[in-house]
């Protein structure tokens, strides 16, 4: 039977109740039961004048605001007022009526410039939101998976300059020197001098600091350029997350895309570990898999999940496990069983162990082990190289296989979700400080998230 519906109904005059008009099941009821919003008052109070200045938009409703923006996805704060203006739902979570008019699109970054721009107040609502998941007991950080996802910025990748900038000491730089000049002293070498990178005031451009060559966005010149795999090259930032088991975030950073992952580790891993000592086994890809990364992990008497790294070796050449290292004799024995000897620890932290080219030269294997003009072979192995042996130990264990294959359902799920989701795939802000505002409460509402769910 065919039927007309008549436009007669657009008139229509009746009495109802806002709590009627919202779907039981809706989400933004869960997230209402789950988190009482109250405690942004106590936060913002002292950003706001006691007794002076134009009446404000109430803080709360400013903040659930955004909040509405990161759950459900939406591009961009213009779009989310026009959504609040004809949705009943969010009106009805933000405390409005159908005839309160609701805050100009430009409020929330003007209350930004004004007020929370220096703040840590989104910072803080994270930690409250994942305080109160914790204290619900839906956070399990026996296990923590950590990883790092790019953000597309809101930069034309070709408006950019090019500029030589001084390349960071890395700030385990001095605890290596001490141990490298230690086993020098142990085999007889004199110390290492000073090679001039520091962070003294008395450096000049003329001494031998060593630098490179980036390109920088003349748009935003605190994103970095990010290239990586098949990725196309993009001006971007890096977020780079901690999370537990239920795919709970735990922990945040934000840096410029050209940064790598495993510099920004040291102070993630303090943060997570500071708040959640109870952390037993701590999953990473390979691009984490470094001496001073496994040795910290392991002397804070935790083990890493890692995965299988391919050796970087030529294709045809002898791969360099197939090198032993005797402990006993400290020398390291080919795989046409000649003896390697120690010939120095350089400045990487990497002893050195050089074979005798009388002996390569009549090898019928130097062909597939060095193509060096004086028939030497160089094996180098680091100071920490004890750690990254240990971790192929846990790797190969039952525990260590098991954490490791839970990457795809945790930390990859989180950047799944953040990206297609919560609308983290890129920024409409400009500079690290506006992202990291982004990425804090993209992170809060997707604990909240999987809180009510």
């Not at 913002?44 to 990161?70: A, M, S, T, W």
């Not at 085999?187 to 001039?196: R, S």
């Not at 910290?296 to 030529?314: A, E, G």
């Amino acid at each position: 039977m065919l039927k007309k519906t008549r436009p007669g109904h657009r008139n229509q005059v009746g009495i109802f109740s806002m709590e009627e008009l919202v779907p039981k099941d809706h989400l933004v009821r869960a997230v209402e039961a789950a988190i009482d919003f109250d405690f942004i008052y106590e936060m913002v109070k002292g950003l706001y004048c006691e007794d002076n200045g134009r009446p404000p938009v109430d803080p709360v409703v400013l903040f659930k605001i955004v909040f509405i923006q990161y759950i459900f996805g939406i591009k961009s704060m213009r779009q989310t007022i026009r959504e609040i203006e004809v949705n009943v739902a969010y009106r009805w979570f933000l405390g409005m009526g159908l005839y309160d008019r609701v805050p100009h699109f430009s409020t929330f970054s003007k209350n930004y410039e004004r007020r929370f721009a220096k703040s840590t107040v989104f910072e803080d609502i994270f930690g409250r939101i994942l305080q109160e998941a914790v204290e619900a007991g839906f956070v399990d950080a026996s296990a923590v998976f950590i990883d790092a996802t790019h953000i597309k910025a809101n930069a034309n990748k070709r408006k950019c300059s090019n500029e030589v900038v001084v390349k960071q000491a890395r700030h385990y730089q001095k605890q290596l020197d001490e141990e490298i000049n230690r086993d020098r002293a142990e085999h007889g070498k004199k110390p290492l001098k000073d090679n001039g990178n520091s962070d003294d005031d008395n450096d000049t451009p003329g001494s031998d600091i060593p630098t490179k060559n980036i390109k920088t966005s003349t748009t935003d010149p605190e994103c970095g350029l990010f290239h990586k795999g098949e990725h196309e090259k993009q001006f971007a930032y890096t977020a780079h997350v901690a999370c537990d088991k239920s795919n709970f975030v735990l922990a945040y950073d934000v840096s410029p895309g050209n940064v790598h992952d495993s510099v920004m580790f040291d102070g993630l891993y303090q943060e997570i570990v500071y708040q959640f000592p109870q952390i037993e086994m701590v999953a990473l890809d390979s691009g984490y898999k470094t001496p001073w990364i496994m040795k910290q992990i392991f002397d804070s008497w935790r083990l890493p999940s890692t995965p299988y790294k391919r050796p970087m070796t030529r294709q045809g050449f002898f791969k360099k496990y197939e090198f032993i290292y005797g402990e006993y004799y400290d020398c390291v024995l080919c795989p046409n069983n000649q003896v390697l000897k120690y010939s120095t620890t350089n400045r990487d932290g990497y002893r050195e162990y050089k074979s005798n080219p009388s002996m390569c030269n009549i090898c019928p294997h130097r062909a597939k082990c060095t193509e060096s003009k004086n028939c030497q072979k160089t094996v180098a192995l680091h100071l920490w190289q004890k750690y990254m042996d240990r971790a192929e130990d846990v790797r190969h264990s039952p525990q260590g296989k098991a954490i490791y294959t839970k990457r795809g359902q945790t930390i990859e799920r989180v950047f799944a979700d953040a990206k297609e989701k919560h609308g983290l795939r890129y920024t409409q802000f400009r500079g690290q400080n506006k992202v990291r505002m982004q990425v804090a409460l993209t992170f809060a509402c997707m604990n909240e998230y999987v809180a009510v769910k």
